[in-house]
């Protein structure tokens, strides 16, 4: 099989090739393309690919190509973790963010709805890149805002992307492991959209352990989610939130957090990051063990803003195993090209599972997977809690979509707006010229 990963220049690609180099059944990932329009970026990876198929007699073939359509011919799966803008226009969203006093984070607020407005069209054009030039392929988006990436992506590849993000796996988990179950074989209750779901049960042998874990103050609070939101607030939902809603459960105390770091979460990766691409830049730079320091560095910081603002301090080892969203990758494409039956939590279009949303509205949810795509499985309605927020945002992301074809500015006024962490227009006018001033590929919006 051929795959193509575009934004192969992303410094997070070597892990979706360590995932494929373990693979060694027939029917395997045998070439890989990485797509990036950064040329230098392309190099450092591919170095770092080399290294880590060094001693590996099958290991895939690596190309590199600056051409989007040369990069789609021929392929089976095509991977999309592209940042339109880099991480200076993630850090550029989370600064005029936050000069409003409102969350500038790429996914949640004000910044994701920034980020989703600069990459919306470009994911489109991929999209329809894809269906003239690899109809057969099938899409996997980790490109953020996943959920709402995926939305505009399957409103012309249809059933053929699926979103993926490993922080529902990682919760999943850690619950788990907390509970002494083998999380390969729990059943994870999961529902929401893309980061803003609920681990609502976790079933081992047919029975549910949850309940054990909110009656256990100790456990309670021994794990990551644990100690975000705290033991008492976990009762009150009887359920375990997904990490990033931390923004919304404690958004006062999140942007404080924001606003007194010395950075913020997208400066400091573009530091980190800029100084691993200098680096790799040099002859001689041993490109596996730098790009190893850089990623443990990174994990290691993640969502720290978050745990300073709860007031719970640095990631226990344990918790710096994410949910390993290359894994998720690699799990899907052997289920769809072997028909290898599995069960994933992903990003796919509604249907029926979620009654107060429309067919085509797209969820994070278990699905089955096989030869014929994702599936979603019947869940069990959302608390009104939940019906509020879900509902609420998924308005935003709608709006966010109209405003992508129409290249109305009222329209992306109206998404800022509508946003539960913004909830106000006048903020929400600000937003949207401070934004269009910062980038560029926002000039689309007419006035």
């Known amino acids: 099989m ?100 409102v969350l500038g984070q790429e996914t949640v607020g004000a910044g994701g709805i920034a980020y ?37 992506m399957s ?10 993000c490993d922080s529902p796996v990682g919760l999943g988990r850690r619950v788990a492991r907390i ?17 803003l779901g609920w681990l609502r049960g976790l079933r081992v042998g047919g029975r549910d352990e949850l309940p054990r874990l909110l009656a256990d103050e100790e456990a309670l609070g021994s794990f990551e989610e644990g100690r975000l939101f705290g033991p008492e607030w976990l009762r009150s939902l009887g359920a375990v939130p997904n990490e990033y809603l931390h923004y919304y459960y404690f958004n006062r105390e999140a942007v404080h957090a924001y606003r007194t770091a010395e950075r913020t979460r997208g400066a400091y990766l573009r530091d980190q990051q800029g100084a691993f691409y200098e680096e790799m830049g040099r002859p001689g730079t ?20 978050n745990r300073e603002a709860a007031g719970v301090g640095e990631r226990d080892e344990e918790d710096l195993e994410s949910g390993g969203y290359e894994k998720v990758a690699l799990a899907l494409m052997r289920a769809v090209a072997r028909d290898e039956r599995t069960t994933l939590i992903l990003n796919v279009r509604n249907g029926t599972t979620l009654s107060v949303l429309d067919a085509d509205a797209v969820i994070e949810v278990p699905c089955l997977v096989d030869a014929n795509g994702a599936r979603p499985v019947a869940v069990a309605p959302l608390p009104y809690h ?7 945002v998924k308005a935003v992301e709608r709006e966010v ?12 006024v109206k998404a800022f707006a509508l946003h539960p962490l913004v909830d106000s227009v006048a903020v929400a006018r600000r937003l949207v010229e401070g934004y269009t001033a910062a980038h560029p590929g926002l000039a689309y919006l007419r006035r």
């Open 155 to 164: 409103r012309v590849l249809g059933d053929r992307v699926v979103g993926i």
């Open 386 to 392: 939940a019906v509020g927020l879900v509902t609420a």
């Open 116 to 152: 989703g407005l600069r990459t919306v069209p470009v994911a489109t054009h991929i999209a329809r890149r894809v269906a003239e030039l690899a109809p057969d392929a099938w899409v996997i988006n980790f490109t953020n805002p996943a959920g709402l990436v995926t939305e505009a």
């Open 2 to 101: 051929e795959l193509t990963i575009l934004g192969g220049g992303g410094f997070r690609v070597p892990l979706v090739y360590g995932a494929l180099l373990g693979d060694h059944a027939e029917g395997r990932v045998t070439r890989v393309t990485l797509h990036d329009l950064d040329e230098g970026r392309l190099s450092a990876v591919a170095r770092v690919l080399a290294d880590q198929a060094e001693g590996v007699p099958d290991a895939p073939a690596v190309t590199v190509t600056t051409d989007l359509d040369e990069a789609l011919r021929g392929a089976d799966f095509v991977f999309s973790a592209i940042r339109v803008g880099g991480l200076e226009g993630r850090a550029a969203d989370e600064r005029i963010a936050l000069a409003e006093g």
């Open 286 to 305: 041993p490109a596996l063990a730098a790009w190893q320091r850089t990623l443990a560095d990174r994990e290691a910081t993640y969502m720290a803003a």
């Open 401 to 412: 979509l109209a405003a992508a074809e129409g290249g109305s500015r009222e329209t992306a």
């Open 179 to 195: 509970l002494g179950a083998d999380p390969d074989e729990a059943w994870i209750d999961y529902v929401g959209l893309n980061h």
